[in-house]
């Protein structure tokens, strides 16, 4: 008697035992798009239930012999602090270049850097020394 006693308070305490809760929770994806075409071109869009949203076109290119791609897009998303952030970028041969609100930016080039490069850039161009040593 004692032993199915402890054995059902066994079976009390595992089943009474509390799951842990999931770190994430399921989103539902209410709205999705992709389509590749033919020619390389291809766009992609999506929306998930909370609404975070990403879209982006783009198209495969060739630059100096090399294939790759060249795309431009946005997408949506709530942070942590509960504001919506929105960020739109290309990204290409010259690379990745993002731009929204609340990105950092470069300071301002100072007056007299400008004033040098405008000054440089009125120059002719110099002849190369194709000297050998």
């Given at each position: ?10 079976i ?45 076109d783009?198209q ?21 602090d ?18 929204a609100?609340h990105?950092?930016t ?28």
């Amino acid at each position: 008697m004692t032993k199915v006693l402890i054995l059902l308070a066994m079976i009390l305490i595992v089943n009474g035992q509390t799951r842990p809760t999931p770190k994430f929770k399921d989103i539902p994806i209410i709205a999705h798009e992709n389509v590749l075409e033919v020619d390389g071109k291809f766009r992609y869009s999506y929306e998930g239930g909370d609404g975070t949203r990403a879209a982006q076109d783009g198209q495969q290119i060739f630059v100096n012999n090399q294939a790759g791609t060249a795309s431009q897009g946005q997408y949506t998303y709530q942070g942590d602090d509960g504001k919506t952030y929105s960020v739109s970028y290309t990204a290409d041969e010259n690379g990745y270049r993002p731009s929204a609100e609340h990105l950092p930016t470069p300071p301002p080039v100072p007056a007299p850097i400008a004033r040098a490069l405008a000054y440089l850039a009125t120059l002719p161009p110099q002849k190369e020394n194709k000297r050998k040593f």
